[in-house]
């Protein structure tokens, strides 16, 4: 644990030492606080203010995921500083894991600012807090898959541009397989397709104050998987 400690340290510091990082927090809390006032302006019920608007967030964490992960491996790879890094008394697992627990935490700093929205919320009105904080877990959840899909992409190619693209691209596909699948549909095909989308995880459930453990279950298990894939992927490439 000591090894990820330190190894995830000093992914947070290459993150903030990013004038990129700090664009894109300012675009996010501006976009996210923008809706929230439209919202706020025009809606008597403010549980709906609140969850409308850690909805839009996980809308914008489709776009703002792949920039966040892009260079984890990628970069690493193009400069060869992967070697460096794996010649260390470290293990695959614990690179894999340390830069995917830095990208987490960067995450937590993008939502960390949403939580004023709440507090304002809470003084000016007395919101249900069920809705509220079920929309925070799921928005955790999502973003911490779509942080996982884009370090496996970010393992799998050589430029950052090429990571983005291809995350972008993953993300894109399992939000519109639920989409696009007729609601009647009830074959096994189509069920899986339903199940695979994240978005139906996220928006039936989270967005409407419930905290179901199958939802719960598959975001866990997906992320899980993805970090299992990317420590594959990493240990293939690295004795190539």
Known sequence: MRNVAALTKRELVAYFLSPMAYIILTVFAVVVGLVFYEVLTRSLRPNITMTQTIGLAGYL???VSPMITMRLFADEFDSGTIETLMTAPVTTLEVVLSKYLASLLFLVAFL?????????LFIFDDPDPG?????YLGVFLLGSLFLAIGMVASACVRTQITAAVLTYMILLGLFFQGLMVPEDAVDAVSKVRRY????????????KGIIDTRDVVYFLTSTAFCIFLTTV???VRRWR
């Open 61 to 63: 964490l489709l776009s």
């Open 112 to 120: 960390a600012p949403t939580i004023l929205f709440a507090i304002v």
């Open 131 to 135: 809705p509220i904080l079920s929309s």
């Open 196 to 207: 695979i989308s994240f978005w139906n995880h996220f928006d039936d459930t989270f967005l």
């Open 233 to 235: 992927t990493v240990t």
